[in-house]
C-alpha cells in the first residue's frame, strides 16, 4: 500500500506555530510530513482553490487529496508522531464541537499569547527538503 502524501500547513507568522512545526519535525523520525506557510505560494494556491477554507487561518492537514482542519487535524498529526505521543490521539473520542472550540479558542488568542513575527520561518538547509514554498 503507498504511503500517503501528508501536507501541514501552518500560519507562518505564528510563533506557536513555527514552535509546533520544529516540534513535529523533530518528532517525526520517519519524515511523514511535509510543510508550507499558509503565506507561501503553495498555501496560498491551496486556499484559494479551497474557498470553504477562507475563516480558516491556523492549520491544515492535507493527505493525498483529503483536507483536515482544527482538532482533527491536530489529531491526526499527533497519531504520526513518535510512540510517546500517539497516546493524545485518544483525544478523538471526545465529540468534535467541543475538540473544536478547544482548538479555535486557542488559535484565535495565539498571537496575544505567544506572539507574532514578522516574517515566515526559514527552515535550515537540513530540513529544506520538507518545505513547499
Known amino acids: 500500500m503507498k504511503e500517503s502524501r501528508k501536507i501541514i500547513l501552518f500560519d507562518g507568522v505564528c510563533q506557536f506555530c513555527n514552535g509546533s512545526v520544529n516540534f513535529i519535525i523533530k518528532q517525526d523520525v520517519k519524515q511523514k510530513f511535509l510543510f508550507a506557510p499558509l503565506q ?3 498555501g496560498s494556491q491551496f486556499l484559494q482553490n479551497h474557498p470553504e477554507l477562507n ?7 492535507l493527505e493525498n487529496e483529503h483536507y483536515f482542519i482544527y482538532s482533527t487535524a ?6 504520526q508522531l513518535k510512540w510517546k505521543w500517539k497516546f493524545l490521539y485518544a483525544f478523538i473520542l471526545v465529540p468534535k464541537p467541543i475538540r473544536d472550540f478547544v482548538y479555535k479558542l486557542v488559535a484565535k488568542n495565539r498571537y496575544r499569547l505567544f506572539g507574532k513575527i514578522d516574517t515566515c520561518m526559514v527552515p535550515t538547509k537540513e530540513i529544506k527538503k520538507r518545505f513547499l514554498i
Request: net charge neutral.
Open 40 to 42: 507561501s505560494e503553495f
Open 55 to 61: 475563516n480558516v487561518d491556523s492549520l491544515v492537514l
Open 74 to 79: 491536530a489529531l491526526k498529526i499527533v497519531k
